[in-house]
């Protein structure tokens, strides 16, 4: 939303309230009556919601994580399974490539990449995900510094620590950092 346009909400707010003792306190207030009002006025808010970008179908046989796949979902069979490069979980996209809050491990959150999205008709969505080993957080850019390991694990996106997808950054004078910045606090 542009900044005019949020600005003439809160004008608008400002002649209704009619109270001008505490301004930014009441308008504050409304704003965040309002926007409650709308997420829990919306049609399926709280339902997990999942869609799955299109994909190819493939046969369980030939995936190559399908470990991963076994360990997630115990009874599966030989079926067919579809591979997207993105799903969409109760509003939040999920692309390859994307980094996600995965575990904490003595105190230290624990990330990991995206490397497949798997659908299933009865199973819902995995992700395959290639750990990364926190080292420090780095307070020059406030985020966690993190290195590729050679782990893939399967996760369902409920058991994610935090559902907030995340990038990775290359910082330094020549990217040999990666960094992890966290929208919000994990722990």
């Known amino acids: 939303m542009r900044f005019e346009a949020k600005h003439q909400v809160f004008k608008s707010y400002t002649s209704a ?86 575990r904490i491990v003595d105190m230290v959150p624990q990330f990991g990449e995206l490397i497949d999205l798997v659908s299933h008709l009865e199973h819902g969505v995995a992700f395959v995900v290639q750990l990364y080993e926190t080292v420090c957080f780095n307070e020059l850019y406030h985020a966690f510094e993190v290195d590729a390991s050679e782990i893939i694990v399967g996760v369902l996106p409920g058991s994610l620590l935090d559902y907030h997808p995340l990038m990775k950054h290359r910082c330094g004078t020549s990217g040999e950092l990666t960094v992890v910045c966290p929208k919000y606090d994990l722990m």
């Open 17 to 102: 309230i009619n109270n001008f003792i505490n301004i930014p306190k009441s308008l504050s207030m409304r704003h965040q009556l309002h926007m409650c009002y709308q997420m829990l006025s919306r049609d399926k808010f709280l339902e997990d919601t999942v869609s799955v970008s299109s994909g190819t179908e493939m046969e369980v046989d030939s995936y190559s994580f399908m470990t991963c796949l076994l360990e997630l979902w115990p009874n599966f069979g030989d079926e067919t399974v579809i591979r997207s490069t993105s799903a969409t979980v109760s509003g939040s996209v999920y692309q390859l490539g994307c980094m996600v809050s995965y």
